[in-house]
């Protein structure tokens, strides 16, 4: 399998960009959008001058447990900047869900409360409410998450996407908004139970 199917295969059709958009990404924007690849992992993330945002990382199931995440993970932390996730909610039905939120709590991360995030999908035209994680080597406010978060999806997600969809996704206001109240569990607390 090459990198694409194996990131095709764990990954939901809503969240999957298409190969064609990942490529052009890789191509035109080479200076910012990135993709590690080993034996047993594709690391695909984008490297800004004031954060990292990881689109995917997929570890071989056979690989799991060996550190290969946590290593990927302290590669971007040496940049020292703040580095940007999206992550579906829990779903205590689907235990990879559940193991994605371990490990990223043991890496340190913490859950942007403050950041709705819902786009539609183009594959399944369905609205994809989202969680945003994040960990930062000095005390980053959410604020500056969100800021980063829209910058991202600006240049990354919506990139020609007419082009590779034959639509456009919504304009980053319709799909990202930062309220201080909202109400919403931390999903790195795992304590609780839906």
């Not at 960009?17 to 594709?42: A, C, F, Q, R």
């Not at 447990?65 to 040496?78: A, F, P, R, Y």
Request: proline share 4%.
């Amino acid at each position: 399998m090459n990198w694409y199917e194996k990131l095709n295969k764990y990954f939901p059709v809503e969240e999957m960009k298409s190969k064609e958009h990942m490529e052009t990404l890789l191509k035109e924007k080479g200076d910012v959008y990135h993709k590690d690849e080993g034996p047993h992992h594709v690391l695909m993330y984008a490297e800004f001058d004031t954060f990292l945002f990881i689109d995917y990382v997929w570890v071989s199931s056979q690989s799991r447990g060996q550190g290969i995440g946590h290593k990927l993970m302290e590669k971007l932390k040496n940049r020292n900047k703040p580095i940007i996730l999206e992550v579906e909610p829990v779903d205590y039905d689907d235990t990879d869900s559940e193991k994605r939120l371990h490990f990223y709590k043991r890496e340190g991360f913490n859950h942007a409360q403050y950041i709705d995030y819902n786009r539609r999908s183009l594959a399944t035209n369905e609205q994809t409410p989202m969680e945003i994680l994040y960990w930062s080597p000095s005390e980053e406010p959410e604020e500056t998450i969100y800021d980063k978060m829209k910058q991202m999806y600006e240049t990354i997600h919506t990139y020609k996407d007419e082009m590779f969809y034959g639509e456009a996704y919504e304009p980053v206001e319709e799909v990202l908004s930062y309220d201080v109240n909202r109400s919403t569990d931390d999903i790195l607390d795992l304590t609780k139970r839906a």
